[in-house]
């Protein structure tokens, strides 16, 4: 994700940015003014009065569904955004959990086990990491340190690694409390942390695995496409060959709101509008390690 401060309007209007869509769309922004140049040749010069007539007549089309349009792009926009913010909402959640998990396990171990709190400020950050790959369609291979990890021998060729992460954590808690380090009443409440864990990461696959319904999607593309092709048989007669820049303005304003759609509604990519998993993480990490330090 890109950090930015949005009171610098000069900047970002004179400044092409890589995540710009006008780098996207250029070409496709010329082929459209060749065509509406062709269009716009063809009509004034070949086409006779009557029929210019009825051409005429698209510009009302076009005016109705403008506004059909417009409104088909909020929507599409809005829900994108909802999905991202939404992604967020749970990593955000899960840097509370994360430090909750710590600061209970801390106060409730203290100093008596050193061990024990080396596990736990190497596993909790862990988790992170492993749902941060696991939403990237990767196999985590993480090494914290140079030291052997054997309590955690087995979690690598897991298949849902995260998962294998949390019972590891849920197991060690579990112990604790049959051993007599701590009772019923803060089993539950390291429980419940550990439990928002697999609560964040469902949240998370839901918006990875279940995009926006594709007959929706193609429906707004071809909505776009006929919408565009169609505007300089009708505005010619009114605009002249104007009509060639206003298409190409069109054409960008309407396809960059849907690719911006498309980018931002799955968060948990490595586009530049998506969600910095890696500092997140990162940032856990040092969090938790400061805790239990």
């Not at 100093?111 to 596993?123: G, I, P, S, T, Y």
Request: net charge neutral; aromatic share 12%; glycine share 4%.
């Amino acid at each position: 994700m890109i950090a930015y401060n949005p009171k610098e309007w000069f900047t970002f209007i004179f400044r092409v940015h890589r995540s710009d869509t006008v780098r996207r769309l250029f070409p496709m922004m010329i082929a459209i003014g060749v065509y509406a140049w062709l269009i716009a040749f063809a009509e004034l010069n070949w086409v006779r009065a009557g029929t210019r007539d009825s051409l005429k007549n698209l510009t009302i089309l076009h005016s109705l569904l403008g506004f059909v349009i417009s409104m088909l792009l909020v929507f599409r926009t809005n829900t994108a955004y909802e999905r991202w913010w939404e992604g967020r909402r749970q990593w955000g959640a899960l840097v509370n959990s994360s430090r909750n998990l710590a600061i209970k396990l801390r106060a409730a171990i203290g100093h008596r086990d050193e061990e024990q709190l080396a596990f736990f400020a190497r596993v909790i950050p862990m988790y992170a990491r492993a749902l941060r790959s696991h939403l990237l369609s990767e196999r985590l291979r993480l090494d914290l340190d140079e030291l052997p990890h054997p309590e955690i021998a087995g979690w690598e060729t897991a298949a849902h690694q995260p998962n294998k992460i949390a019972t590891l954590i849920a197991a060690e808690v579990y112990r604790l409390h049959d051993t007599g380090r701590i009772d019923g009443h803060v089993l539950q409440t390291l429980i419940t942390e550990v439990q928002a864990f697999t609560d964040i990461c469902g949240a998370c696959e839901r918006i990875r695995n279940t995009p926006i319904p594709l007959s929706y999607s193609i429906f707004i593309k071809k909505f776009i496409f006929f919408y565009v092709m169609t505007m300089p048989m009708g505005f010619v007669f009114s605009l002249g060959y104007y009509v060639i820049p206003v298409v190409i303005f069109v054409f960008y304003v309407l396809t960059s709101i849907e690719i911006i759609a498309e980018e931002i509604e799955d968060p948990f990519g490595t586009d530049n509008n998506d969600l910095p998993l890696e500092r997140i993480a990162t940032g856990i990490q040092s969090t938790v390690a400061e805790i239990f330090s």
